[in-house]
């Protein structure tokens, strides 16, 4: 079941609300050095940055790309403009973003969701979210011919 | 006593900080250290200083406050003098580049700009243009067990991601650097593909603001852009 991987997607906010994790590494990592001052350990925070970049090129991406192209409904994509998650709300975005979460994300979503803990109000119900992306990729498991575009 | 280190300011700079908590447990509000010509913001360092959520926080707050009122050299997070007197030799000792740096600085703040793409929305993309992709994709949805399809399946994709991400990253930054006055590309990973700092004129900040909501309806719905800022620039000292 491909679907179980769907979970908690965290809100990949377009608003400019600075999220301490977005902007953590800036005061960690930019900003003035003065080599004759002292820096305090930074055990527990190097551990949240640990690099979660993704490794792009790995048998295990590959796998999850491949699976992810297989269970794409191309057609329901292409009908759906980009607006229509704006009208019917978030039963469609919720199917949407669940499945980006799928071979890029995974890693990242433990080390950021510690972070936002704790931030008052912007968090979402994950197991509302999980409940609605698994109901939409159960009717299209035939294959079908693309209409070449 | 040692020194927690904010931030290098002029020496007129306000600092209204008297309503602020400095860093550690029960610490009042940041004082200021002056030098010849400049003056550091600085607190008492407490013992076990960690780099807990609030410590980052205070060191977030208190640059923001001075940033309000003008320029300022943002120090990174977690700096210890041994002592004021080692401060204010340290300003004196770099006065000339702290200076300059701070005219640099004037009236300027930092953006931050982080993008990622939906996956499903970059996977219909590549489907839907690449015929190799598609043959593939076909091939491995008929007959599960075709590893060697499922492999060159991945990897392409792979492929096309980070080319369609460096294609987009360079498009976004090309729109947006006309209303900064610097750009300083930063370590996209995990969800973006593009993390990226623009210091900005806060005369032109709307105009920036602008160019980056211009670029979101661009984009549309498969591409998340966040902007944070106004922000101490840390990314241009």
């Known amino acids: ?145 693309k209409e070449g575009e | 006593m040692p020194v927690y280190v904010y931030a290098i300011t002029d020496a007129e700079h306000p600092h209204r900080l008297d309503d602020l908590k400095a860093i550690g447990e029960s610490a009042g509000p940041p004082t200021t250290v002056a030098g010849r010509s400049l003056k550091a913001v600085v607190s008492d360092a407490p013992a076990d200083l960690r780099p807990k959520r609030r410590e980052v926080l205070a060191h977030q707050a208190v640059l923001e406050r001075l940033l309000e009122d003008g320029a300022v050299l943002p120090m990174r997070f977690g700096f210890v003098a041994p002592s004021h007197d080692e401060v204010a030799g340290a300003l004196d000792e770099n006065a000339d580049t702290y200076a300059a740096t701070l005219e640099r600085l004037s009236g300027r703040v930092e953006y931050h700009l982080r993008c990622g793409r939906d996956q499903d929305d970059v996977l219909r993309e590549i489907l839907t243009e690449s015929p190799e992709a598609r043959r593939l994709n076909e091939a491995t949805r008929q007959n599960p067990s075709a590893q060697g399809d499922r492999m060159a399946l991945g990897e392409l994709i792979s492929q096309e991601i980070v080319r369609r991400n460096d294609a987009d990253a360079r498009e976004i930054v090309d729109a947006l650097a006309p209303a900064a006055a610097e750009v300083a590309a930063g370590e996209a990973r995990g969800e973006h593909f593009l993390a990226v700092s623009f210091l900005v004129d806060r005369a032109r900040a709307t105009e920036f603001a602008r160019l980056v909501e211009a670029e979101k309806e661009r984009r549309g719905a498969g591409y998340a852009l966040t902007l944070h800022g106004p922000l101490p620039p840390y990314s241009f000292v």
Not at chain 1, 25 to 44: M, N, P, Y
Not at chain 1, 57 to 68: K, P
């Open chain 1, 1 to 145: 079941m491909t679907v179980m991987q769907q979970q908690q997607a965290r809100p990949s906010s377009g608003g400019g609300s600075s999220s301490l994790y977005d902007v953590l590494e800036l005061i960690l990592d930019k900003g003035l050095v003065i080599d004759a001052f002292v820096r305090v350990s930074l055990v527990g925070i190097e551990i949240l940055k640990i690099d979660v970049r993704v490794v792009v090129a790995s048998v295990d991406t590959y796998l999850r790309f491949a699976e992810a192209c297989n269970r794409l409904d191309l057609e329901s994509g292409r009908k759906a403009p980009t607006q229509l998650t704006d009208i019917v709300g978030d039963s469609v975005e919720s199917g949407a973003k669940g499945k980006s979460k799928g071979a890029l994300t995974g890693a990242v979503e433990a080390f950021s969701e510690s972070l936002q803990r704790g931030r008052d109000g912007d968090e979402e119900e994950p197991a509302e979210r999980k409940s609605r992306s698994s109901s939409s990729s159960t009717a299209r498991r035939s294959p079908r011919r």
